[in-house]
């Protein structure tokens, strides 16, 4: 298996925050995980990168190596703040955020906090607006929320012997070994376990993504809250959700009020991709494209 992309360092505090660095430009895009992930999710994407400043991947607080702390210490705004910790420890004044599911609601909220440390913002498959009422619709896409999170979920409080089993829980049936995987994956898969009594368990802490589940769903901000948002968008959208031929997660109606809302200047729609494998193989290639200085965003 090849050699990690990724340079890795740490923001102390009293929550200390790991990261991954590929590059060494001044002005990195930072990136942001989803709810149970962490920066290796980027891999792909930082292997196709052309921003010359490179990018950052951070473990948000609770995820790979990052500090756990204690419940009460989660949600959107706590998350905000050690983007901008972040930031502050890079010496970004006014940095590209690009967030992936939970990451996308996280670079948002910054954005809204902290308009003037966010220069634009890349959305990847999540960042809805929360609506004001709630619609009989609204059940069906938590319910189909919830149940694709659960498997997720529920590999955090297992242990496993070794990582092929890990593997296995990911792919039933199919007796993969890491080195059956494309590297960029392979590598997500590993950072994502740590030695525990007994064999591997996640990294990521089940009492951090259940609190974060519930405050994304109360905090995060209205279509009429995000107007507030001044800087540049680009969209990306994955054809489908958790799973092969479920429905996506970002629906259409979320979409066209988050462009009425939003200084939208680009939307990728990925057919084929679910919220997962988007982040993988030639996916990633377009969303690093998205991110090319002289792409749809105009960076300056």
């Given amino acids: ?47 196709y990168l052309r921003y010359p400043d490179g990018i ?40 590209v955020v690009v967030g992936h599911s939970m990451g996308a609601f996280v670079a948002l909220h910054t954005a809204l906090l902290y308009p003037e440390r966010v220069k634009a913002l890349v959305l990847l498959d999540g960042g809805w607006p929360r609506r004001e009422e709630e619609l009989e619709s609204d059940e069906a896409e938590a319910e189909a929320l919830r149940e694709g999170l659960e498997r997720a979920f529920r590999r955090l409080d297992m242990v496993f012997e070794a990582p092929r089993d890990y593997l296995e829980f990911w792919f039933p049936g199919q007796g993969l070994t890491l080195e059956d995987l494309p590297p960029d994956l392979a590598d997500y898969y590993l950072y994502d376990l740590e030695r525990v009594e007994g ?29 507030g948002i001044r800087c540049p968008v680009a969209l990306v959208r994955a054809e489908e959700g958790f ?45 690093a494209g998205v991110l090319d200085p002289e792409g749809p965003l105009l960076f300056e």
Avoid: C
């Fill in 1 to 47: 298996m090849q050699q990690s992309l990724w340079k890795t360092g740490s923001v102390p505090g009293e929550v200390p925050l790991a990261f991954g660095r590929v590059g060494e430009g001044p002005e990195p895009v930072l990136a942001l995980h989803g709810i149970t992930a962490q920066h290796r999710a980027f891999n792909a994407t930082a292997r």
């Fill in 56 to 95: 950052v991947g951070l473990d948000l607080r609770g995820r790979g190596d990052s500090g756990r702390p204690p419940s009460g210490s989660y949600g959107l705004t706590a998350h905000a703040r050690d983007v901008v910790r972040t930031l502050d420890y890079l010496g970004i004044e006014n940095g």
């Fill in 199 to 227: 064999g591997y368990n996640p990294k990521a802490s089940r009492e951090a993504a259940e609190e974060d589940t519930a405050l994304v769903s109360s905090e995060s901000p209205t279509a009429a809250a995000l107007k």
């Fill in 243 to 287: 799973f092969p031929g479920s429905r996506p997660l970002f629906s259409n109606e979320a979409r066209d009020a988050l462009v009425k809302a939003l200084d939208v200047r680009y939307e990728l729609f990925l057919p084929g991709a679910n919220h997962y494998a988007m982040m993988f193989g030639e996916h990633a290639r377009q969303i």
